[in-house]
């Protein structure tokens, strides 16, 4: 079945360093890709999508390229924030029974150091 | 335009109670779907319901759990007779209608604490 792989964390940065959180999935359709961000205590917002394969994703300053040769769709940031500190999950929504199907990866967890 | 609402947004039970967790879609939205987040873990897919019927539940354990969205009202994630294994994070996440949006709108989730 479709799965989604992400790194593992937690990730510790200091401010103003380049941050990527690799992820990878496996999909038997031709799925969309997301990241959402989750800060404590709260619920998932939406970070940033692409749909097909080439498109980029880019939102407050992330970024995130659907790579279908390599099943990857890894987020990028140039220059981190300590707001930035939050638990990054990398998604897939593929066509299943009667509509989407969100599968979720495992999360990364982000620490931004001023 | 109100976002996706849960509540209550905690909830503690003792073990062997009743959970009964509620969830508002966004204003259109007739797509709802389920999950359990539980400590540092992931979002794990529950059920995904439209108005009156359960679409998919495979992600729903066997027994004592059931979900609801009725023409009228909330969705409702049901929990009989807890255990302390329940204990986690749900979030609900609602779409709009068709097929056509993969996009989930999440709310904020509810915190069920088993005692």
């Known amino acids: 079945g479709d799965s989604v792989t992400q790194m593992e964390g937690p990730v510790t940065l200091s401010e103003e360093a380049f941050l990527t959180i690799n992820c990878t999935y496996t999909?038997?359709?031709?799925?969309?890709l997301f990241w959402y961000v989750q800060y404590p205590g709260e619920g998932l917002q939406l970070l940033l999508k692409?749909?097909?394969?080439?498109d980029k994703g880019s939102n407050k300053g992330f970024e995130a390229t659907y790579r279908k040769e390599t099943t990857s769709f890894h987020l990028e940031k140039g220059s981190v924030q300590v707001s930035d500190s939050a638990v990054y999950f990398c998604?897939?929504?593929?066509?299943?029974?009667?509509?989407?199907?969100?599968?979720f990866g495992a999360g990364t967890r982000l620490f931004v150091k001023a | 335009n109100a976002g996706v609402m849960q509540n209550p947004r905690h909830l503690v039970r003792r073990r062997g109670q009743e959970a009964r967790l509620r969830c508002s879609p966004m204003?259109?939205?007739?797509?709802v779907y389920w999950y359990r987040q539980l400590p540092e873990e992931g979002l794990k897919f529950m059920v995904y319901?439209?108005?009156?019927?359960?679409?998919?539940e495979s992600g729903m354990p066997k027994e004592r759990f059931s979900a609801e969205f009725p023409k009228e009202g909330p969705s409702i994630l049901r929990i009989q007779q807890v255990v302390r294994g329940d204990s986690a994070a749900y979030f609900c996440?609602?779409?709009?209608?068709?097929?056509?949006?993969?996009?989930?709108?999440f709310g904020p989730g509810t915190r069920l604490t088993v005692t």
């Open positions: 998604a897939l929504s593929d066509l299943g029974t009667g509509g989407f199907k969100t599968i």
């Open positions: 999909a038997t359709g031709y799925p969309s």
């Open positions: 319901l439209q108005k009156e019927n359960i679409i998919d």
């Open positions: 692409a749909t097909k394969a080439d």
């Open positions: 204003k259109g939205h007739s797509h």
């Open positions: 996440a609602s779409s709009p209608p068709g097929t056509g949006s993969a996009e989930q709108y």
